[in-house]
Nanobody, 120 residues
Framework: QVQLVESGGGLVQPGGSLRLSCVASGVIFNMDSVDWHRQAPGQQRELVATLTSTGIPHYADSVQGRFTISRDNLKKTVYLQMNSLKPEDTALYYC??????????????WGQGTQVTVSS
């Protein structure tokens, strides 16, 4: 079984920074694209950042220039560096990875989420 576990969330003041991590475990032959999504209370889940298998990042307009997505393939870990945080960044943050596991098919796996709260 493949599992994704996020960490690094917490309470931070506006203008502060946090670094989220997402570690994948289990039988993993390939990890293709990876994403970070977020969902605020009463709102739909939105895509925040994507990193393709070739290392090309894409960001939502709302976080462009403030967030950076990266990955360490050896550690099977995805990161989201969040700077200049704003109250509107408050949400539950999820990672998603497209992984080829023991069934030799690429499938999307989600983590359980980590809470980020930006407040003074």
């Amino acid at each position: 079984q493949v599992q994704l576990v996020e960490s690094g969330g917490g309470l931070v003041q506006p203008g502060g920074s946090l670094r989220l991590s997402c570690v994948a475990s289990g039988v993993i032959f390939n990890m293709d694209s990876v994403d970070w999504h977020r969902q605020a209370p009463g709102q739909q889940r939105e895509l925040v950042a994507t990193l393709t298998s070739t290392g090309i990042p894409h960001y939502a307009d709302s976080v462009q220039g403030r967030f950076t997505i990266s990955r360490d393939n050896l550690k099977k870990t995805v990161y989201l560096q969040m700077n200049s945080l704003k109250p509107e960044d408050t949400a539950l943050y999820y990672c998603k990875a497209r992984i080829r596991s023991a069934n030799l098919r690429f499938m999307d796996y989600w983590g359980q989420g980590t809470q980020v709260t930006v407040s003074s």
